[in-house]
C-alpha cells in the first residue's frame, strides 16, 4: 500500500506509452493550450504527469482519434470544467464531429466503389471485352465527379 497523500506521478515517456500520444503531442498540446499546463518536478524541472493528467490525456486521444479539430478539442477539454452549463456547446461540437465522420464514411465508400469499378475496367481491358471496358469508364467518370465533390466538403 501507498502511504497517503502520495500520489503516483509520470515522467512524460511513460505518459506517452500509457495514453499512446508521442511526447512531442503531449508538449504540443500543452504549448498550444489543449491541457492546461503540467507540473514540473521541483529539482528537475521536467513534467510531472498525475493519474488525471493521464485521464484527461485520454480524453484527449480519443477526441484526436475521431479526427476533431485541435481548436475543437481545445473547446471540449475547456468546457469540460463548466459542467452541465457547457453541456449545450459540447453536444453541438460532438454532433458537427459525428456528421464529418458520417460525411468521411461516405466518402470512403464512393472511393472504395471507384475502385472496384477500375479494377472491373481492367478486367474487361484485359479480356478484350471492349463493350464492358467503355460502359465502365463512362460509370467511372460519372463516378469521378461524385469523388470531386466529397473532396470540396
Known amino acids: 500500500m501507498s502511504a497517503p497523500g502520495i500520489r503516483k506521478t509520470y515522467r512524460i515517456r511513460e505518459a506517452a506509452a500509457l495514453t499512446g500520444l508521442p511526447a512531442s503531442t503531449l ?6 493550450g ?12 521536467h513534467r510531472v504527469y498525475t493519474t488525471e493528467d493521464l485521464d484527461l490525456l485520454t480524453w484527449v486521444s480519443c477526441l484526436s482519434a475521431t479526427g476533431m479539430s485541435v481548436s475543437d478539442m481545445r473547446r471540449y477539454i475547456g468546457n469540460g470544467a463548466l459542467g452541465a452549463d457547457a453541456a449545450p456547446e459540447q453536444i453541438d461540437l460532438l454532433m458537427a464531429q459525428q456528421e464529418q465522420l458520417t ?6 465508400v464512393l472511393r472504395r466503389r471507384y ?30 465527379d ?5 473532396k470540396k466538403r
Open 27 to 32: 508538449r504540443y498540446y500543452e504549448s498550444i
Open 34 to 45: 489543449v491541457i492546461t499546463p503540467i507540473s514540473r518536478g521541483a529539482s528537475s524541472n
Open 103 to 108: 460525411l468521411e464514411a461516405k466518402s470512403i
Open 115 to 144: 475502385v472496384a469499378l477500375k479494377i472491373d475496367y481492367w478486367r474487361a481491358v484485359q479480356a478484350g471485352d471492349d463493350s464492358r471496358a467503355d460502359r465502365l469508364s463512362n460509370d467511372a467518370r460519372s463516378m469521378a
Open 146 to 150: 461524385d469523388l470531386k465533390k466529397t
